[in-house]
């Protein structure tokens, strides 16, 4: 039997985290957060003093094998899900823009994202996989039953990230969030292998003006369809 895959693709800031992990969820699937696996290997490249020196053939073969043997660990408590790495908690360190930064910089070295495409694929397993991130329907899961892409304006991605930072007790500045926000579509859309685009067959969902609630629902009613199929 072929595992029930959904997809969520879209820009950073577009909500895919959040809806992601309320479609697994409602479902009971597993979630794959494919963006945590991209800042957790951006964090630790920068911590090993590699990242800004991904043009050096020794320093690129020290960070693949990096990415090939991350100790990572996602742990569901009540409050939400723990990433740990290396042992250590870097749930709120892993979200910060300038980890965001450190991720979009590792997603565009084809041979970092080649040593993470086994990883992301070992999620797939029943009763099913909500796999969120860039490239999930275009490159990691193109069989997947439902392919959906998740956009919203800039503007609005960019406010509503304010917000959580000002949640988690952080400052922020909504000119530099949106000037970073915009460097990393160009980066992502530009990128030569696995550029973010939506799947020919994607479901898309223009979130800028619709509550959380209101596009959960535009997501269930498509999934429940493309899943009977």
Do not use: C, W
């Not at 409050?79 to 965001?100: F, M, P």
């Not at 988690?168 to 685009?197: C, F, H, W, Y």
Request: no cysteine; glycine share 6%.
């Amino acid at each position: 039997m072929t595992t029930q895959i959904i997809t969520i693709d879209g820009p950073s800031g577009s909500g895919k985290g959040t809806l992601a992990a309320k479609l697994a969820a409602h479902y009971g699937f597993h979630l794959l957060d494919s963006g945590a696996l991209y800042r957790l290997l951006g964090l630790s490249l920068f911590k090993n003093a590699l990242l800004e020196k991904l043009d050096d053939e020794n320093a690129l073969q020290q960070s693949v094998k990096i990415a090939t043997n991350l100790d990572i660990k996602f742990v569901s408590t009540e409050q939400g899900t723990q990433v740990l790495l290396d042992g250590e908690d870097v749930s709120q360190t892993i979200r910060t823009e300038q980890v965001g930064e450190y991720a979009s910089k590792v997603a565009a070295i084809p041979a970092l994202r080649a040593a993470l495409v086994d990883r992301q694929h070992a999620f797939a397993s029943e009763p099913g996989l909500v796999a969120d991130g860039r490239d999930m329907a275009t490159s990691i899961f193109p069989q997947a039953k439902a392919k959906i892409y998740l956009t919203a304006s800039a503007e609005s991605r960019a406010s509503r990230r304010v917000k959580q930072l000002q949640g988690m007790g952080l400052d922020a500045k909504i000119s530099d969030i949106l000037a970073n926000i915009q460097a990393r579509d160009k980066r992502d859309m530009e990128r030569t292998v696995a550029p973010l685009k939506p799947a020919e067959d994607a479901y898309i969902i223009d979130s800028s003006t619709l509550s959380i609630e209101e596009v959960f629902n535009l997501m269930v009613n498509y999934a429940d369809k493309m899943l009977a199929k």
